[in-house]
């Protein structure tokens, strides 16, 4: 194991000329940063924070984060007033302004992707006002503890996450943030003992370095059953770990028990996965023989992290609707890039006109049950009753299409994700089978289908 | 209500004429049978149980049991021999010999279905040797209780219960026994009361009129939770209710709720089922959008209490591997005569040619469910990770048309019953949509197909 986690190092590590030159692109953006507080006389530190700040950037990824630090006596409004300021004076045109809890602003310098974030200077991480305070601590919290050694370590494991398919916490991929990877090897002190402990994970796993939580079932309670539980050393009222899914978590724990069994460079660098061809598609489709819809809409003007929680909540109800009416949804995903896509795939999608409505058992009264299918004109046979005694009826049912009933769900947009209901509301498509061919031309969607169709987990391909 | 009651009495109750009529041919009857004891040299006696002897015969059914009593003290083999050699000298040429647990003799005399049943005289009714010794223990207690007026509920309950579907203990049938109709009666006193006593019953129902069990959880356990209990007065062991499905005990509760909520002549006459024609059927079928597959072959020679529950037996295994395949099975129901038939209702009878096998979830190794998919041919995607955390692949469906994978469970006949088994390896076919049109010549099989397809509880038809 060890050859191969040299040859990943070996890899991944940033050499001496690149870490040079990443270091003087870090002192001129700070110089510039502190020449603009003081020309536009404010009173501001600056702050390198981050994995360049930690030596735990993974090559040809170098991401500089320059914190302005203001004092917590300006109210919300001075902050973000006066950040923006410096900020837009350190960018110059080059800036751009974007938004997550607060504004910020993002710059390329030669070559590098540099986001520039004002934020108050709050001595008790626990009374933070906003996510972005609490970042200095993290930065202090790490630089002060993590050894070059160590953080080669983070290295592998930033690197395994990537190749795994479970590395950042953002809302699309649900996974393991770099903060956390710093955490889970101070705790475990090195990769591969890291992946003979995750191995033996399972769900409701809490790990409380500073032990915060002498008796871990509290913290299981507090933190509300999540799949892993990583107290934050700096707010022991913050899971570190909040973002990974039990999907993410799985594969994580899959990825660690199979890695162990025959460790490779598959797990830090997997195949990518081979482009389906128009032709391609035909022949995956007619050998899975499902159903395959496609709902394409032009993506809404919102940030990742707000559009995939909505497309995710739109899927459910999609397919929690298909799923009610009778049809089974073998899987279903979501995409989104400039255009939005909903995946579903149905086993079958014509089901026959009835269905069976199953009332009351033997010891509840039908009666009303009885009448109101009486009734209907939608009933085809019955009231009878079933070898478990329960009254039944055959009543016709109300969609027994598919794409018709999609059109439907379409239509009605109930417990949608509000920006996406909108965006589908002025216009959306709806591809199958063969049609498919049509967004496939869109190279990123492309890519989405192709992992789709042939899904394995990476190492595995 | 009374006025229908009156009504329904007054069609079903034997007229004077008629009971003049029968009474002679039990008097003539039983005359022969002494006179063949005495001719042979044996010493028996005759006794008429059933209901001419209890006086609750429905008319134009009466239905003569006559039992001939032999002493304790005969082996097994004296007493069939002795016992079958006084029937048939008794019925003649006329007679047919049958057999159910042991052989006896059947006839028509006057028009009129004779039985003449050999049986032991055993004094302590706990200590019968078989079923039919029991008869006239049932006799005597019955005849000892039932007044004439008591009589007249019987025969309402009996055309109750003939008339809502639920008559006769026999296997094909698993409803009330005329003998279960006496004791209810005896027990709620009057065919009213009983039906505002059932309609409160619950699964689970205990009916010990002479109170062997003081504690009725008791008796539930020790008659294993069957859906009414009603333990026989003249043995505390046995459940004189035991053949009653919970199907026929909730069609049974429901009636007599109806019947409380609108009183009428239908629940004792209902009316007959439709018959449907080549035409109706297709137009049914159509309506119903299902995919209906009939199995027909020659019934075994065995008797209906032996082939019933061979064709539930095989019914079930075949629903149950349709459905572990994943075809939806919407109902099914078997019926017989000369041929025996074994209808199956799908949803659906093309399924895709991908299905998921779901593997094992995160807390437990998956590696051998791993390996031995993806050694596999079969697998088309996988592994993956699913979002309750779940290794799954997904496999090629083994059968994805119904009736090929008919034919194979027809060719295997795994937990088929035995007979069954038996006659369809000889040879079978199978029917679907517009070929029933082939089977429906036959008039037993078209009232039964009829009566499927348009099913309901016979007072609402």
Chains 1, 2 share one sequence.
């Not at 305070?133 to 080669?152: C, I, N």
């Not at 799985?250 to 990518?272: E, G, H, M, N, T």
């Not at 940030?303 to 995939?308: H, K, W």
């Not at 439907?408 to 709806?430: L, P, T």
Request: hydrophobic content about 40%; some cysteine; proline content about 6%.
């Amino acid at each position: 194991m060890s050859d191969i986690l040299d040859e990943v190092l070996e890899r991944i590590k940033p050499t001496k000329d690149e870490i040079g030159f990443v270091g003087g692109v870090v002192s001129e953006i700070i110089q510039r940063t502190n020449d603009a507080i003081s020309q536009l006389g404010l009173t501001a530190k600056t702050m390198l924070v981050g994995s360049v700040a930690r030596g735990t950037w993974l090559r040809h990824d170098p991401d500089i984060d320059i914190f302005i630090l203001f004092k917590e006596t300006l109210t919300r409004e001075e902050l973000e007033r006066k950040g923006m300021a410096v900020a837009r004076k350190v960018a110059g045109p080059a800036g751009e302004e974007k938004f997550a809890e607060h504004p910020y602003v993002t710059m390329k310098f030669h070559g590098i992707d540099i986001d520039l974030v004002p934020c108050y200077d709050v001595a008790d991480p626990r009374k933070i006002k906003s996510a972005v305070d609490r970042s200095p601590h993290h930065q202090r919290y790490v630089e002060g503890r993590l050894t070059p050694q160590l953080a080669d370590e983070v290295l592998l494991l930033k690197q395994f996450a990537l190749g795994t398919g479970v590395y950042g916490a953002e809302l699309k991929r649900q996974g393991f943030s770099g903060y956390l990877c710093e955490l889970l090897i101070l705790h475990y002190s090195s990769f591969s003992r890291l992946v003979e402990e995750v191995s033996r994970w399972v769900p409701g796993e809490v790990i409380d370095t500073l032990s915060y939580y002498p008796d871990k079932s509290e913290a299981k309670i507090i933190f509300d059953n999540q799949p892993l539980v990583v107290v934050d050393p700096v707010d022991p009222g913050r899971n570190a770990a909040a973002a990974v899914s039990l999907q993410n978590f799985s594969i994580f724990v899959r990825a660690s028990q199979d890695f162990l069994d025959r460790p490779s460079l598959r797990f830090f660098f997997p195949k990518r996965v081979k482009l389906l061809t128009p032709a391609g598609l035909d022949r995956i489709l007619k050998r899975r023989g499902t159903r395959l819809f496609c709902i394409v809409f032009r993506s809404p003007k919102v940030a990742p992290d707000v559009l995939y929680p909505q497309l995710r909540k739109t899927e459910k109800a999609i397919v929690t609707r298909l799923v009610q009416e009778g049809f089974e949804v073998l899987r279903s995903d979501v995409w989104a890039d400039s255009i939005s896509a909903i995946l579903v795939e149905l086993s079958v999608s014509r089901l026959p006109s009835v269905k069976t409505r199953i009332g009351p058992p033997p010891n509840i009264s039908a009666k009303d049950f009885i009448r109101e299918h009486l009734s209907s004109r939608n009933s085809l046979a019955g009231p009878m009753v079933d070898i478990a005694g329960r009254v039944i009826f055959e009543v016709k049912r109300e969609w027994n299409d598919a794409l018709a009933f999609l059109r439907d769900i379409m239509s009605q947009r109930v417990s949608f994700g509000k920006h996406v209901s909108e965006a589908v509301s002025q216009r959306y498509w709806i591809y199958e089978g063969e049609g498919l061919k049509e967004p496939l031309k869109d190279s990123g969607f492309r890519e989405f289908l192709s992992e789709y169709l042939t899904r394995r987990l990476p190492w595995y391909r």
